[in-house]
């Protein structure tokens, strides 16, 4: 007589484990890829509008509409305010209030409360955790959603 074997049980034996340090350098890989693929120029900057474009103030019947007035803003106003990453940012922000709280200096106390686990899918709160990565998860389609798109995916 055979005895059954769970097929996640007997995957989960082949798979590799993270170390809490291996979890905290994959993490920190990942925020480190969000926070460069988050930056780029504006892909429309350089096109050129052609003469047979339609003019977004001209209505149906070819007329303008010339009681409307419209604020007319630079190029390079835009520029320079799309153009702002975080660590920009923060440096401003220091210029602004060198005594005052802000984004470095405020801390709020550890909280009272336990931590709470939730869910990397979906964002409910989540009993279970991941055995090779440590990231939790509520059901099992949001195992399965994670094993097959978050799961040790994008690491070297």
């Known amino acids: ?12 034996s082949a798979r590799r484990i993270l170390d809490d340090s291996a979890r905290r350098r994959r993490a ?16 429309h900057a350089n096109l050129v509008m ?12 070819g007329t303008r509409h010339k009681d409307r007035k ?14 702002k990453n975080f660590p920009i940012l923060l440096e401003e922000e220091q210029a602004l209030y ?9 801390q709020a106390p550890p909280s009272k409360l336990p931590e709470r686990h939730l869910c990397a ?6 009993p279970y955790t991941c055995i090779p990565c440590g990231a939790r998860y509520c059901s099992t389609k949001c195992l ?8 040790l995916k994008w690491t070297a």
Do not use: I, W
């Open 1 to 12: 007589m055979t005895t059954r074997e769970s097929g996640r049980l007997k995957d989960a």
């Open 28 to 43: 920190r890989k990942a925020l480190e890829a969000l926070e460069q693929d988050n930056f780029h120029d504006d892909p």
């Open 50 to 61: 052609s003469k047979k474009a339609p003019k977004f103030e001209e209505s149906l019947d």
């Open 70 to 83: 419209r604020k007319t803003r630079s190029t390079e106003y835009f520029k320079q305010r799309f153009r």
């Open 98 to 106: 060198p005594e005052g709280p802000n984004y470095l200096t405020v």
């Open 121 to 126: 899918v979906c964002g409910f709160p989540a």
């Open 144 to 151: 399965s959603t994670h094993e097959d798109t978050r799961c």
